[in-house]
């Protein structure tokens, strides 16, 4: 079975654009979460989803959005990117007790 | 609410020696802990998991882990590290039920193996 997918894998975005970061969860997984990883820190949660409703949300501004579609993958949107943002974004499906966790997307914003 | 502290941000042993990565955790609810491994521009890999059934928890790699809930500290140990276990380790701690989808995780911890 494919584990998480996560896509694109790199991204440069420049100060004040919008960026949109894709999951794919484990097939038959219903859970979708996000984190965010900054450099030499551990993962930060995002938001929660299952069955397509948020379930959770960390402390991070409202800039910060997510979605999970019919199909159970997801979408983590960010508007008006700041320096700050730059970091390993990372998915994970969970399945009972167990996160699962995709290779991440690098944001850089310049 | 739930919270992770990793004490030592870099570990370093030789090949062979024992390995132990501390962690304690702070719970208001009994806590479901994982450890996860990181290889350089990779994600997470599950090691080991204690979600209230035995307290010695085994895991892959031949890594282990002892859930003490008087010390509150879930770490993690290996008896004969390998080069291959150069990593960032991280531990985590989660609530039941509908809060299993927020993982709260500590700040990591290198492992160096030196040959």
């Known amino acids: 079975d494919a584990g998480v997918t996560q896509s694109p894998t790199h991204l440069i975005k420049t100060r004040g654009q919008h960026v949109t970061l894709r999951c794919s969860p484990i097939?038959?997984?219903?859970?979708v979460s996000w984190y965010q990883q900054v450099l030499g820190q551990g993962p930060q949660f995002i938001f929660q989803y299952y069955e397509k409703e948020e379930r959770g949300r960390g402390n991070f501004p409202d800039r910060f959005s997510a979605r999970q579609f019919p199909n159970y993958s997801s979408e983590l949107n960010v508007n008006a990117l700041l320096l700050g943002d730059s970091a390993l974004y990372l998915c994970?499906?969970?399945?009972?007790?167990?996160?699962?966790f995709g290779p991440g997307t690098r944001l850089t914003v310049l | 609410a739930q919270s992770v502290t990793q004490l030592g941000s870099h570990v370093s042993v030789s090949e062979g020696a024992l390995v132990l990565l501390r962690c304690n955790y702070s719970?208001?609810?009994?806590?479901?802990l994982f450890w996860y491994v990181q290889y350089p521009n990779q994600g997470l890999q599950l090691l080991l998991k204690y979600t209230s059934a035995a307290t010695l928890v085994k895991g892959i790699n031949g890594f282990e882990a002892e859930f003490k809930k008087s010390e509150t500290s879930f770490h993690l140990t290996k008896p004969s590290a390998h080069m291959s276990d150069a990593a960032e380790y991280f531990c985590a701690v989660s609530g039941g039920g509908s809060t299993l989808g927020r993982l709260y995780f500590g700040r990591g911890t290198q492992l160096t193996v030196w040959p």
């Open positions: 994970a499906s969970r399945a009972g007790d167990t996160q699962y």
């Open positions: 719970s208001s609810v009994p806590p479901y």
């Open positions: 097939s038959g997984h219903k859970s």
